[in-house]
């Protein structure tokens, strides 16, 4: 039992130093300058701290050859390390990335409620040039500082600069950009083509924000364009305007309609000719194919138009008829 008990001892003390011994990683992730012992790795001791090579730029990823970093680490006693097979190693600098889209976001909110313009929301910036990824340091987490501003209110140009607290990134770079903005709200565009006379079904509309000044004060709703007609021939992509639409005709002209006459406990039906075209609820003029006149009527539905009786005035009452005796 003392051999058993001894052999196991030194099978865990094997396992211990085994697990402690200094192991190459394969993925390193830093977010400083420069790499260091501790990164390249494992259980590095005392050693950890030490910077052995520059880090790769913000962002930005490299290989390093097994080879250079026994190189690297052979005046730290650190030669016998497991490389575990490995052939390099793959180094990656973390940073925080600023997009076009945040640059863009925050130029609407730097002019936002300044030289006429409305909420950031509504604010439709342009850059004149491609904006790439920015990397800036992870640890830098303050939003863009505007330094400087210039704003055409007439024409929409802007000239803006940014600072960002903290970055020494950001110091070594120009963050000026020169572009247009546009207010802009949610319109009714077409996905197709419509004909002259065709009717817009739901599928055919769509909801984009486009400038204030292409859509105007008669611009449409997607719910109010649809069973409406085009007027005209409409193009694909087209804001939809009060004038560009109108109820579908229903009766055209010369055509024949049913007439229909209804008072109390009587209704007529006869036949006629429509003389204009119209959708529901015009009045058009009609010819009353027995009577050979012409009479107004209102479009009810597709070859149908309606004739409604006139009202009678009301009768006099008792009061109203022993003031006029009196008189």
């Known amino acids: 039992m003392i051999r058993a008990a001894f052999a196991i001892a030194l099978v865990m003390t094997f396992c211990r130093e085994a697990a402690a011994a ?35 730029d913000l962002g930005q990823t490299g290989a390093v050859a097994v080879s250079r970093v026994a190189d690297a680490l052979r005046p730290y006693d650190m030669a016998g390390f497991d490389t575990g097979g490995l052939t390099e190693v793959v180094v990656t600098r973390l940073s925080r ?19 006429g313009y409305g909420q950031a929301e509504n604010l439709g910036v342009i850059l004149d040039r491609n904006i790439h990824v920015l990397n800036v340091e992870p640890s830098v987490t303050a939003d863009l500082v505007v330094s400087r501003m210039n704003v055409e209110p007439r024409t929409g140009r802007f000239d803006i600069a940014f600072e960002l607290p903290g970055s020494a990134a950001v110091r070594r770079t120009s963050l000026r950009f020169t572009g247009s903005v546009t207010e802009t709200m949610e319109a009714a565009t077409l996905t197709r083509a419509i004909k002259a006379g065709e009717v817009v079904k739901s599928s055919d509309v769509v909801v984009e924000r486009r400038p204030r000044s292409e859509i105007g004060a008669d611009g449409l709703a997607a719910g109010q364009a649809v069973g409406l007609a085009g007027r005209n021939a409409l193009r694909a992509g087209q804001v939809l305007h009060a004038g560009d639409l109108a109820k579908p005709l229903v009766v055209q002209r010369n055509e024949s309609v049913t007439m229909t006459y209804e008072m109390p406990g009587i209704m007529l039906s006869v036949r006629g000719k429509a003389l204009d075209a119209g959708a529901v609820g015009d009045v058009v003029g009609v010819v009353n194919f027995q009577s050979n006149r012409t009479i107004q009527a209102t479009i009810t539905g597709p070859g149908r138009v309606a004739l409604v009786a006139p009202t009678p005035p009301p009768a006099p009452s008792d009061n109203s008829s022993e003031t006029q005796q009196t008189q």
């Open 97 to 115: 990335t600023i997009t076009s889209k945040d640059i863009t976001d925050r130029i609407a909110r730097a002019i936002a409620g300044q030289y």
């Open 22 to 56: 200094p192991r190459l990683k394969e993925l390193v992730a830093v977010s400083s300058e420069v790499v260091r012992i501790g990164d390249l790795v494992e259980n590095a001791g005392i050693a950890a701290d030490i910077p052995v090579f520059r880090a790769p």
